[in-house]
């Protein structure tokens, strides 16, 4: 059966050309970079030049990585290096990914306020929202680049601007753009920003926090003075090492990437609205990343589709990877005020640089008549 994997957003395969330069670390270059001899030495070097690779991919130092497990871990390195053991005041979204949401629930817990700030219709928060909300108690904003479910991409440079002008430092969580949108810490007035590989065709369970030189954070993890002591952990070297060779795959097609998820998408989405009635566009028509196009299927359950389209051997998602699971209605789509009935017949399509037009002609050809199949049997039709 043909399978079609549109769910880039959840997770991507890992390149061959990645694999290719992970291997040697599993077997020959398999060295423990704090040791001292040669192994050691190796390893040691493979990290350094990671950690070149992928500042350069953002305008950052090598010393301003630090190497972590994923975006989970980066998120929660950045809330809680910063406020833990501190109390304090925190400014984030309310259509964050839950590692910036729990932790910011976490810190609640601890002592600390946090402002959750409102998006508008189309996912993007407003930055003055972001000097409003700003006290003399806060002590960080953290508001993501562009959003796992909808895509939208909000104003980084302008919030990271405001929080500059206050002394505040800034965090993003860039898991959904980096590789996708052009990042520049510098430009962009970034003081931290979360990375992870496996949203770029890397391996799973690593990535990495951009940390600004001169901003104090505490770790969270304590043991060995790995990774200036600021993550403790025998560093996951051929983990790392994939983690770069798909960051420089993901810059040296930036651009051919980019022109290809942007011509699919809108085909997507073109040819659903030109088949389908009552579906609407979730998230910015213009301000979204390249591959997602989040749409609301009126009258049909979304989970029902997604079963309707597996079975056409075609892989997309309700909400994100980590809700899906839960029948709760996604938070982030409640944040822009759609109705929780309508909310339930979203469907997410992330689309990636190994999808063909063909492959999008198929959904097109299958996706009319499992929508119309549910509709006739939807307690919903004709509200
Ligand atoms: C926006 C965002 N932040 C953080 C994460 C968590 O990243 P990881 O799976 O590497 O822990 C994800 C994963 O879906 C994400 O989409």
Redesign the pocket.
């Known amino acids: 059966m043909t399978r079609i994997y549109l769910d880039h ?3 991507t395969a890992v390149d061959r050309e990645v694999v290719q330069a992970m291997a040697p670390y599993f077997t020959e270059m398999f060295g423990n970079a704090s040791s001292l001899h040669t192994f050691g030495r190796d390893a040691k070097d493979a990290l350094a030049r990671a950690r070149e690779e992928i500042a350069d991919a953002l305008g950052a130092d090598a010393e301003e990585i630090i190497f972590t ?7 929660n390195l950045a809330l809680r290096g910063v406020l833990l053991g501190r109390k304090g005041h925190i400014i984030t979204s309310s259509i ?2 839950p ?2 949401l729990k932790t910011c629930r976490y810190l609640e817990g601890l002592g600390c306020d946090v402002t959750y700030l409102p998006v508008d219709t189309d996912g993007l928060v407003d930055p003055g929202d972001v000097e409003s909300a700003i006290t003399g108690e806060t002590r960080l904003v953290s508001v ?1 680049h ?3 479910e909808i895509g939208t991409i909000q104003p980084v440079s302008e919030i990271g601007a405001i929080a500059a002008d206050h002394g505040i430092p800034f965090h993003t ?1 860039a ?2 753009s980096f590789g996708k949108t052009e990042i520049d810490v510098q430009k962009m007035n970034i003081d931290m920003l ?1 990375l ?4 770029i065709y890397g391996p ?2 690593v ?1 990495a926090l951009y940390i600004r030189k001169g901003l104090k954070i505490d770790p969270i993890v304590y043991g060995g003075g790995h990774e200036r002591g600021i993550r403790a952990g025998t560093e996951n070297v051929s983990g790392i090492v994939g983690f770069a060779k798909a960051v420089s795959l993901a810059c040296e097609r930036f651009e051919s990437d980019t022109a290809h998820l942007v011509k699919l998408r809108d085909m997507l989405i073109d040819g659903v609205f030109d088949s389908i009635d009552d579906v609407f566009l979730n998230g910015h028509p213009t301000e979204r990343l390249p591959n997602n196009a989040n749409m609301r299927f009126m009258f049909v359950e979304g989970e029902a589709m997604l079963l309707h389209l597996d079975m056409k051997g075609i892989a997309v998602s309700t909400g ?3 809700s899906s699971a839960s029948l709760d209605p996604s938070h982030v789509l409640l944040a822009l005020g759609i109705p929780p009935e309508d909310v339930h017949g979203s469907i997410r399509f992330t689309l990636g640089r190994e999808n063909t037009d063909e492959e999008i002609r198929y959904v097109l050809d299958v996706l009319p008549a499992i929508v119309e199949k549910l509709r006739a049997i939807s307690p919903l039709t004709g509200r």
């Not at 497990?69 to 998120?75: A, K, L, P, R």
């Not at 992870?196 to 949203?199: C, E, R, T, Y």
């Open positions: 957003a959840a997770t497990s994923g975006g989970t871990e980066s998120d964050e990914h590692a910036i993501m562009a959003n796992n969580d898991v959904q979360s992870s590989s496996h949203k799973k369970g990535g994100s990877a980590c």
